[in-house]
């Protein structure tokens, strides 16, 4: 966040200093001006919304992804969680004849218990993160496929209301992406929690012998992330105004790129919320982008996979040489 | 006057802002060994790193044989013949010695590994330092030592002239490091020129042809061989330290912690102590008596089987480290950087660690206020740093350990529990140290002090708890406690056995890092900087 910069006494607002303590965010203006001249519709109002909408739900799950990485984990199943949530959410109002506010709480609580499971399977049953979360991936996508019996579900109006536009211009997963950001901003910088991420991921025997109840706040970890996959998944339902059996396959790749994108370090410790942001445009610009120019998907995902590796090797260089 | 291998001369090396070294002279002859001393941070690191050709200087002239070079990389600085011993040994556990020896360099015939040229040779080079294994045993079977000789063995071979020991002796008992001043001074009638870093004054004594001694990045002087320790401590920390070990003594209050029949089946029996306000219980004993074992319990990290332990008039939970820390006891682990700091975070949240939880105010840490407390705190301990946002790990050992004992100052505990406090800590941060335990004890605050150098625990504390073998081998009194009557203790349980009565992760951390029989083990921290 801008406001650490601020805090750490350099006081002057200094865009060199912004980007050199943002790698990615200069990838990011590259990418655009680089856009901008290539493709002329692309730095258009309504195709800049369009961009951000299109991040939303990738943007939603890479925040949640943010405060398991930077706690010294990792997060596979945040793909299938979302998409499961969305699923009981609109399996809730359609065969359970919830009415739709509930089904939406619905949703949220089968991620957060989903996030639960992991947390328990982490901390309580010392299971690596990548194993524990990659039997969740499995099992909640194969609980979505049981409670949809392989069909789409319709969704009700209070979800499908995340997918829509207010007054004609202003997308709201737009702003719920931004919401997301303050809110996971506020709560890296500024909670016990957030903050007991960092030490923890630093060196959890440190934080323990400190006095941090490593257990209990990687469960708030797990449990936040579930959480924040019930919210994209429940972004996406409503965008299409279904939820499908097969929503967010793979996405948590794209969360996971997008945390590393930002700067965020994978052995744990160090990550940010604006670099995750970041590192969630630049994925989104670049769909936006090669579909502008009409790249083949095929293609898309070569120069999207290129585009990952080139991020995280320039970061690494600019801390080599700090 | 021997052949000149190397001179540096006018080195300057900045990293961020900071001068790590400053217009550095410095030069080696055939056939000698060149001690390079200084407190933690004064540069020897740095400039050990410019002759191993990993940082590039921004200013000053380079000379090897006779002529400028420019060391771009290790490789290069390896080609004109000089060989750098880090402290973390560069070894494949898992492959042969042999095949250690020729990492990356094996003879081949057709095509092949020239398997017999390799075994015969192998063990032409590991005579060369007396090393007497077999070049089939796998790397991991060998002790530290063996490992540090199968480097040098290895540096040797390709012709090396310069040997630079980055602090070899470090992990070394006091056999193992005769062995290696022996090697060493067989290798300077060879002519091979050597630069030795150590922080052990004695060993300095024994070994050093010329002593260049750096302070803040500046050489500020150079020693002949026979350098009193007084005059090296003095050059080294630029003022005389008029007491090594300033110990105030208080008048002993009321009891701050009381443990009673502490017992966990295979690694500690029937341990019992108290320690009063004002008072610093040293605890002794051999590496493995359990001593870490029982404060780690105590302190509620680990479990005990049964037993006692109250803490400023309460009992906490047992196995609740945070209900001990709420008693008022605070513990600064043995391994600093492995257990003390968080070292992806800045000093000032290192500092903050332990006082966060109280700062927090409906899930929301008071960061204002903790920033302050914390500023003031590093001021107060005076750490050197750019500013409490640094990055932990870029500090020196000694500030380190001011910034791991901070956040228990910061905590207030009554109780505050150091397991080797100095270790890797330079003269002038150990005595600043010790000046903290005095505060401690002045403000009426207990301390228990466990370390592995005698001198320092029989200095600073008021009474010396000895254990051997995972029980209270006795107590000596300030006025009673001579480093023998210790060791004599240290040594005294009865069927003491280095390998039996110790938990499994012992057991394993033996297997992993073999190390020799417990009367070799003893006292191996006694002769580091006694005579000070």
């Known amino acids: 966040m801008t406001t650490t910069v601020a805090e750490r006494g350099r006081n002057r ?64 199943s945040v793909g299938s969680v979302a998409a499961l949530s969305g699923m009981v959410a609109a399996w809730s109002f359609t065969e359970a004849g919830l009415p739709g506010w509930l089904a939406l709480v619905a949703g949220l609580v089968t991620g957060l218990a989903a996030g639960l499971v992991n947390g328990v399977m982490v901390s309580y049953g010392r299971l690596p993160a990548f194993i524990a979360t990659l039997a969740m991936l499995s099992v909640a996508r194969g609980l979505t496929l049981v409670v949809s019996d392989g069909t789409p579900k319709s ?168 | 006057m021997s052949t000149e291998l190397l001179r540096v001369e006018g080195i300057t090396k900045r990293f961020t802002g900071a001068l790590a070294l400053s217009d550095v002279d410095f030069d080696l002859r055939a056939g000698e060994v060149h001690v390079l001393l200084g407190e933690n941070g004064a540069g020897k690191s740095t400039l050990v790193k410019v002759l191993a050709g990993a940082h590039s200087p921004d200013a000053g002239r380079i000379v090897v ?132 870093i150590t922080h052990r004054l004695e060993e300095i004594r024994r070994i050093a042809d010329r002593i260049t001694v750096l302070r803040d990045g500046e050489s500020v002087g150079v020693l002949p061989a026979g350098a009193s320790v007084d005059e090296m401590v003095s050059t080294m920390v630029g003022r005389t330290i008029s007491e090594q070990y300033p110990r105030r003594a208080q008048e002993p209050g009321e009891v ?17 102590f108290e320690v009063r306000a004002g008072e610093v219980l040293g605890v002794a004993g051999l590496v493995g008596s359990g001593r870490t074992e029982v404060a780690r319990a105590v302190f509620g990290v680990d479990r005990y089987d049964s037993g006692e332990v109250v803490v400023a008039g309460s009992r906490p939970r047992r196995g609740d480290v945070n209900a001990v820390m709420r008693a008022g006891l605070g513990l600064v682990p043995e391994d600093r950087k492995g257990q003390g700091l968080v070292l992806t975070s800045s000093v000032g949240e290192n500092l903050g660690l332990v006082t966060m939880r109280a700062a927090t105010r409906g899930g929301f840490v008071d960061r204002k206020a903790q920033r302050v ?30 910034v791991v004992i901070g956040k228990w100052l910061l905590a207030d505990v009554r109780v505050l529990v150091l397991d080797e406090p100095t270790r890797g800590v330079d003269v002038g941060a150990k005595v600043e140290i010790y000046e903290l335990v005095n505060e401690l004890t002045d403000a009426g605050h207990a301390v228990v002090l466990i370390s592995s150098d005698l001198p320092e625990v029989i200095g600073m504390s008021d009474r010396v708890l000895v254990m051997s073998a995972g029980r209270v081998a006795g107590e000596l009194a300030a006025d009673e406690a001579t480093q023998d009557a210790v060791m004599a203790l240290a040594v005294s349980e009865a069927g003491w056995s280095y390998r039996d009565g110790f938990s499994d992760e012992w057991r394993e951390a033996e297997r992993d890092t073999p190390r020799p029989a417990p009367s070799e083990e003893t006292i191996r921290d006694t002769t580091r900087e006694q005579a000070t």
């Not at chain 1, 369009?50 to 991040?55: E, I, K, P």
């Not at chain 1, 936006?288 to 070569?302: H, I, K, M, S, Y």
């Not at chain 2, 070049?135 to 630079?164: H, N, S």
């Open chain 1, 13 to 76: 607002p200094d865009l060199g200093k912004l980007l050199s303590d943002n790698g990615a965010l200069g990838g990011l203006v590259v990418l655009v001006v680089a856009l901008s001249i290539m493709a002329p519709t692309f730095l258009t109002p309504q195709n800049l919304l369009n961009v951000g909408v299109q991040a939303a739900v990738v943007a939603v799950l890479a925040f949640g992804q943010t405060f398991v990485i930077v706690s010294g984990g990792i997060d596979l």
């Open chain 1, 155 to 322: 969704t009700p109006e209070e979800i499908t209301a995340l997918g829509s536009t207010i007054g004609d211009y202003l997308p709201v997963p737009l702003l719920v992406m931004l919401l997301v950001f303050g809110l996971t901003g506020i709560i890296l910088t500024r909670t016990y929690a957030g903050r007991t991420m960092y030490a923890i991921g630093g060196n959890a025997d440190a934080a323990r012998l400190s006095g941090i109840n490593v257990r209990r706040s990687t469960l708030v970890v797990y449990g936040l992330a579930g959480v924040f996959a019930a919210v994209a998944g429940l972004l996406l339902a409503g965008r299409l105004a279904s939820a499908g059996p097969q929503a967010a396959v793979g996405y948590e790749l794209d969360a996971i790129a997008a945390v590393v994108i930002g700067g965020a370090s994978l052995s744990g410790g160090v990550g940010r919320a604006t670099g995750t942001f970041v590192g969630a445009l630049v994925l989104a610009v670049l769909r936006n982008g090669l579909n502008q120019l009409q790249v083949t998907p095929f293609w898309q995902q070569v120069v999207i996979g290129v585009v990952i590796a080139l991020a995280v090797l320039f970061d690494t260089l600019r801390r080599r040489t700090k």
């Open chain 2, 65 to 196: 044989g006779g002529e400028e070079v420019r060391l771009g990389s290790p490789q290069q600085a390896a080609k004109l013949g000089i060989a750098v011993i880090h402290q973390e040994l560069t070894l494949v556990p898992d492959l042969s010695v042999a095949e250690n020896l020729f990492l990356g360099r094996m003879p081949r015939r057709f095509g092949f590994v020239d398997r017999a040229q390799i075994r015969r040779r192998a063990s032409d080079m590991l005579d060369r330092v007396g090393l007497r294994v077999d070049p089939g045993t796998p790397v991991r079977g060998l002790g530290i030592a063996q490992q540090q000789m199968v480097e040098i063995a290895r540096a040797l071979d390709t012709d090396a002239k310069v040997l630079v020991l980055d602090e070899p002796t470090a992990v070394l008992t006091e056999t193992e490091t005769d062995r290696l001043l022996e090697i060493m001074s067989e290798l300077r009638e060879q002519g091979v020129g050597l630069v030795f």
């Open chain 2, 256 to 272: 701050l912690l009381s443990v009673s029949g502490l017992t966990r089946s295979g690694a500690f029996t029937d341990v019992s």
């Open chain 2, 373 to 402: 407390r914390t500023s003031a705190m590093a001021g107060r301990l005076r750490v050197k740093t750019a500013g409490q946002d640094q990055l932990v790990r870029e500090l020196s050992g000694g500030n380190q350990q001011k």
